[in-house]
């Protein structure tokens, strides 16, 4: 079941996005990846500007979505699946959700360059790689230049009303 996180979700939202970023230690550069991945101040800046969406099992979180409007574009932020919960369908009926949300044309993503089965798994939903990268993380994101460095943005263009209730 997918259902909008509040407050009380914050710790379990923590628990999540860290363990299943534990994919990206190697894989990204060593100076970028930390633990947590993701510090609770943090997440609670984040949480702040943006709706977490969550695939809840028997009451417990095994994935999680973020989904920001911003501008003229919505972002999708942060989606995570628990490592042992990982390529059942949890993280692509996310995805599905917030695309039937987004009312902007255009839904951005963010993700390191290194990270191929993230790349893959946003192309296989429509996503593209943008040439325009560095200038869209500038715009859009607030993260270090070290991070733009070494990320990419894909985007999915949402034309009509139809594509958006796929």
């Known amino acids: 079941m997918i259902r909008p996180c509040n407050q009380a979700d914050l710790d379990r939202i923590y628990e999540l996005i860290n363990e299943a970023a534990t994919a990206y230690e190697g894989a990204i550069p060593p100076d970028c990846y930390h633990q947590p991945y993701m510090p609770m101040d943090e997440l609670e800046r984040e949480a702040a500007r943006m709706t977490f969406y969550a695939w809840e099992e028997d009451g417990r979180l095994t994935g999680v979505v973020g989904y920001e409007p911003i501008k003229d574009v919505t972002l999708v932020r942060h989606c995570y699946v628990l490592p042992n919960r990982q390529r059942q369908g949890i993280a692509s009926a996310l995805m599905r959700h917030v695309v039937g949300l987004t009312t902007?044309?255009?839904?951005?993503?963010?993700?390191?360059?290194?990270?191929?089965?993230?790349?893959?798994?946003y192309e296989k939903h429509g996503f593209r790689l943008l040439p325009d990268g560095d200038a869209l993380l500038r715009t859009y994101w607030d993260i270090p230049d070290r991070q733009i460095e070494t990320s990419v943005v894909l985007g999915r263009q949402l034309s009509s009303r139809q594509e958006q209730n796929c």
Do not use: E, N, P, S
Not at 104 to 121: E, K, N, S
């Open 104 to 121: 902007t044309d255009r839904l951005l993503v963010g993700t390191w360059a290194a990270a191929t089965w993230a790349i893959r798994f």
